[in-house]
């Protein structure tokens, strides 16, 4: 910034020193100079105020999405499906280890919004009666956007004329997406699955076979008979 001054100051010295015509013409130079040194400057300064600094996905130890519990994965799958319906969700796919339910919200009349539960359950180890139940959810917000008809009538000489007639055509459009990351959110839910996991009334496919298979077949044709 120095020498530019100082270059600055030998030009305007060399004009005066100069006759008329070359003087005004240093110095009418210099001043678009000067005028282009500022705006490049102010230029520069409203770039670096308007960058984003985007923040970096960090991977940590957290267990805000995960949550270990006793059983196979098929218990503990049947046990988030069973503590998602009881919430309100729909059940939109159901497998031997994964979960996935939807819900929908309406807090105002021109705002909509939907989250879709994803559930995947590992076992911890091969063998191991234990099971980690991963954990996402994600909120979708919807904007009811309104946009007015019109039909065109043809007049005679005058040609086509457009008329409103009051029909409007509404649609929702996704105006925003993330995953919740509320702990507290995901802790009510591995508390329901917790409670349902516990119920009797939750058992595998294996524990129903070895069930039946226990049943003697005189029982079983006794039964059979009474039906």
């Known amino acids: 910034m120095q020498s530019l001054f100082s270059r600055l100051f030998s030009l305007l010295f060399t004009g005066l020193a100069s006759s008329t015509s070359r003087r005004s013409l240093y110095l009418s130079g210099i001043f678009a100079y000067v ?6 400057g102010s230029f520069g300064g409203g770039l670096g105020s308007t960058k984003v600094h985007l923040k970096d996905e960090e991977f940590g130890s957290t267990d805000v999405f995960t949550h270990s519990f006793p059983g196979t994965e098929r218990n503990s799958c049947e046990a988030a499906r069973r503590a998602l319906l009881s919430q309100g969700y729909v059940i939109s796919d159901s497998r031997l280890s994964f979960v996935k339910g939807r819900r929908k919200f309406q807090h105002d009349s021109d705002i909509h919004a939907e989250i879709e539960f994803t559930v995947v359950c590992a076992a911890d180890s091969k063998g191991s009666n234990s099971t980690t139940v991963f954990a996402n959810a994600v909120r979708d917000r919807y904007s009811l ?4 008809n019109s039909a065109s009538i043809g007049v005679g000489a005058l040609g086509s004329v457009s008329l409103p007639f009051g029909a409007s055509d509404d649609s929702l459009v996704k105006v925003a997406s993330e995953t919740i990351p509320t702990g507290d959110f995901y802790g009510k839910f591995f508390e329901l699955v917790e409670r ?32």
Do not use: F
């Open 35 to 40: 005028v282009m040194l500022t705006g490049c």
């Open 196 to 227: 349902y996991l516990d119920d009797s009334s939750v058992n595998s496919d294996e524990d129903i076979e070895k069930k039946e298979a226990s049943v003697q077949p005189g029982a079983k044709k006794l039964s059979e008979s009474n039906q």
């Open 145 to 148: 956007k309104k946009s007015s």
